[in-house]
């Protein structure tokens, strides 16, 4: 049975805590934490400082508040999922965007190890490029410059060390602590989501008690900058449910 999301009787927003993706910061969720001031009171989670599933977590539960909404996005969803094997007392909610579930594959690694030696081998890293943002958008919004230039301006300020530190963690399978999962549960992904197609995300909605899943059209892999406002409106029912 899902507890009361308010910490004390005096409280009056949500602690939420947001976890970003790879080569992620709190400019993902930009459009969120402004929108859900009202209700939430939003930190978002830093996903930099390890190479380790079970360390980042650690460091995010460290610093986190002591029972909070948990929004996952893509790697940030892995972390999420951790954060249930580890203290799961502390989570009351529960939403996934743009995630998986699935154990890396070694080809999953190996494509991985080849980006970050592409990234020594330039000797400079200058955030997403042209291939790598056609996977992450939607081919709709390439076009869009002030998407473009904060997805840029945000890869490419946490740089080259924090993307290989990041490709380096272990993705780990996920089916048991979804299973088991039996609170409110958001599922949220892009139509034309490349990186994790929507199957995955339907699949992550079937194995919970009380999930909810939301297809975004015209969206790719970065549903909370891509396609704010409804990103935005599922997490506020979500929150209130």
């Known amino acids: 049975m899902t507890t009361p999301l308010l910490p004390d009787p005096g409280a009056s927003r949500i602690p939420l805590l947001l976890l970003p993706g790879l080569l992620n910061d709190a ?49 940030g969803g892995y972390v999420a999922q951790e954060i249930l094997r580890i203290a799961p007392q502390r989570v009351q909610r529960l939403a996934l965007l743009g995630s998986s579930f699935h154990a890396d594959s070694p080809e999953r690694v190996a494509r991985r190890l080849a980006q970050q030696a592409t990234v020594r081998m330039a000797g ?33 300020r946490l740089g080259a060390q924090v993307f290989a530190r990041q490709s380096r963690i272990e993705r780990v399978d996920g089916r048991a602590v979804l299973r088991g999962y039996r609170d409110p549960l958001l599922v949220v992904c892009g139509q034309n989501d490349v990186i994790t ?18 297809v975004l059209p015209h969206c790719g892999h970065l ?14 029912r979500w929150l209130r449910a």
């Open 27 to 75: 400019t993902l969720w930009r459009h969120q934490i402004a929108g859900l001031a009202d209700i939430a009171d939003c930190r978002v989670g830093d996903l930099t400082g390890h190479d380790s599933l079970r360390a980042v977590t650690q460091a995010v539960l460290a610093a986190a508040p002591p029972r909070f909404a948990l929004a996952g996005f893509s790697l």
């Open 124 to 156: 400079s890293f200058h955030g997403f490029g042209e291939r790598l943002m056609r996977s992450y958008i939607d081919v709709s919004r390439l076009q869009d410059r002030a998407l473009v230039d904060a997805v840029r301006a945000m890869t490419t």
């Open 223 to 236: 549903a909370p900058l891509e396609q704010p406002e409804a990103v935005l409106q599922a997490m506020r």
């Open 197 to 214: 197609p929507p199957a995955i995300s339907r699949e992550i909605a079937a194995m919970a008690a009380q999930a909810q899943l939301l």
